[in-house]
């Protein structure tokens, strides 16, 4: 009994100093804050440690449009998340300052607040300079127009796959609509996996890979707590999984192009000079060239498997809500394909026959902008950096420059959805390329934008054409939601039936 006697007075007597103590690190929070702050426009007050990541995390769309209000004068925003201090940029030069300056002695690309962590050291968006000059020049020969008129069959393949079977569950049930989003992410999800690392994985595999995506995608929105149980660690660990799998498919994909054999997705066109590399580096008796482990690849796999999966997913669900809410355009896209492409004709749509989609190109570009999928492109300053000639973003501070408000400046009537302006009377492309930022700008600008145009062109051309669609509208059916990239709040719910006379068979 006498320890614990003795303890009650020890307690009693600390305990205003653990208090004390606690009231200091939450008044030197503050003080910190504020003086990173300034004189930007932000909160003044931030709750301790957590600052503002539960309004983050429970209402994203709103959080960012609050920052955005907040930006109107100044052109960036400041806010305070989970121990780190955050600018939101809206102004378009301003990202493009950060865009331009990503070095190791200014800004860090890291594709999520947290990404390091969640993604692993694998990944080439926290690459700089020659070595990443030196990848991309690596994976060049994945996008090439052979590669993409590959790819272009195994998309088609997979949509009409898919469509037909929406077809069929709205025909079961053909007096309830059906919500698009779980079913849009299934099929952008069968079309990664197929044009990503095709005949590798076996069908065990992709319903393993379909669980462990989830995880993670689950885990993107979530608090960053890595402890068992939360789903921010289920999400990093099956991030582990998913890089191992891809890792299995490059060992696989090596062998098959060591003998030569035609390359049928991706990561054969890859591996087709990654192996002519390797071997010429052994004759010569010279070390193994970087970037050419399984390992390595199949990390880099998985960043593409991520940027054209949910990005796509989002695009593809916007296109369908913005053809519904815009007839006149449907019936200009039903036009020009059916003048170009019939699903009678059982054959699949050329690279020359896309190309000829003047219109349908210019309904997808403009999907793009007006509804930019991955909005916020994070990065991390390295080291202080003057943002403007009053403000310096301190190390270590969050900077989420933001592709989506830049979508809305400069272009004449930017908040019309208005494919014309694509046209190449109009060439608002040309003439406000720099608000046009969905794909990135600078050393990071996305390598993959045609293969993504290119999905998105092939779906609204086969969805408009083999299907009638009409949109079940409800209050806010069309507000933003976070998921992690931006879509309908319904899902995209929609009614569906059969519009050609039979499905092409390809």
Same mark, same amino acid.
Request: glycine share 4%.
């Given at each position: ?26 008044? &030197?929070? @503050?003080?910190?804050? !504020?003086?990173?702050?300034?004189? +930007? ?5 931030? *709750?301790?440690?957590? /600052? ?35 600018? &939101?940029? @809206?102004?378009?030069? !301003?990202?493009?300052?950060?865009? +331009? ?5 200014? *800004?860090?690309?890291? /594709? ?41 069959? !195994? ?52 319903e393993k890979f379909k669980f462990d995506y989830n995880l ?30 891809l890792a299995g498919c490059t060992a696989q994909s090596k ?23 390797i071997s010429t580096a052994k004759e010569a008796g010279a ?220």
């Amino acid at each position: 009994m006498l320890p614990f006697l003795f303890f009650i007075p020890s307690l009693s007597t600390a305990l205003p100093y653990i208090v004390s103590f606690v009231l200091f690190l939450l008044f &030197f929070e @503050q003080i910190s804050y !504020l003086i990173k702050k300034r004189q +930007a426009p932000g909160p003044s007050l931030v *709750f301790p440690f957590l /600052g503002n990541a539960i309004s983050l995390v429970r209402e994203p769309a709103k959080f960012w449009d609050a920052q955005s209000a907040l930006s109107s004068g100044f052109g960036f925003s400041v806010n305070y998340i989970i121990g780190r201090f955050i600018v &939101f940029i @809206q102004d378009t030069e !301003l990202s493009h300052h950060v865009f +331009a300056n990503v070095r190791p002695d200014a *800004f860090m690309l890291v /594709g999520h607040p947290f990404g390091k962590k969640l993604f692993g050291e694998h990944n080439l968006i926290y690459m700089f300079g020659q070595d990443h000059k030196d990848l991309r020049h690596r994976i060049a020969p994945n996008f090439t127009p052979r590669a993409l008129s590959t790819y272009s069959e !195994l998309q088609q393949m997979i949509i009409l796959k898919h469509l037909k079977k929406w077809e069929t569950m709205a025909k079961e049930n053909p007096n309830e609509p059906i919500s698009l989003r779980l079913l849009a992410r299934d099929m952008n999800l069968e079309t990664s996996q197929t044009v990503m690392a095709g005949p590798y994985l076996t069908p065990e595999a992709r319903e393993k890979f379909k669980f462990d995506y989830n995880l993670f995608n689950v885990g993107t929105m979530k608090l960053p707590i890595d402890l068992p149980g939360f789903a921010f660690r289920n999400a990093r660990l099956a991030v582990d999984r998913l890089a191992q799998t891809l890792a299995g498919c490059t060992a696989q994909s090596k062998t098959r192009m060591a003998n030569n054999e035609e390359p049928t997705c991706l990561v054969d066109f890859w591996m087709q000079e990654t192996v002519r590399e390797i071997s010429t580096a052994k004759e010569a008796g010279a070390p193994t060239p970087p970037y050419t482990s399984d390992a390595e690849i199949g990390g880099y796999l998985f960043d593409f498997l991520f940027a054209a999966q949910d990005a796509s997913t989002s695009s593809l669900l916007w296109a369908v809500a913005l053809l519904d809410s815009h007839p006149d355009v449907l019936s200009r896209v039903r036009e020009e394909v059916t003048s170009i492409w019939s699903p009678e004709s059982n054959n699949l749509i050329t690279a020359e026959q896309v190309r000829a989609m003047k219109y349908t190109q210019t309904v997808a570009r403009e999907v793009i902008r007006y509804r930019t999928p991955a909005t916020l492109v994070p990065h991390v300053a390295v080291k202080d950096f003057p943002l403007t000639e009053s403000y310096t973003i301190p190390k270590g501070t969050i900077v989420f420059p933001s592709v989506y408000e830049s979508s809305f400046q400069g272009f004449i009537e930017a908040e019309q959805f208005d494919p014309d302006r694509f046209s190449e009377v109009r060439r608002e492309d040309q003439l406000f390329k720099r608000n046009f930022l969905a794909f990135g700008a600078g050393a990071h600008q996305c390598v993959g934008q045609r293969y993504a145009l290119n999905h998105l062109v092939l779906f609204i051309a086969m969805f408009s054409t083999l299907l009638d669609f009409k949109r079940h509208r409800t209050d806010g059916c069309d507000d933003i939601v976070y998921n992690p990239t931006i879509s309908p709040k319904d899902g995209c719910t929609v009614f569906l039936s059969r519009r050609c006379t039979q499905f092409p068979n390809f």
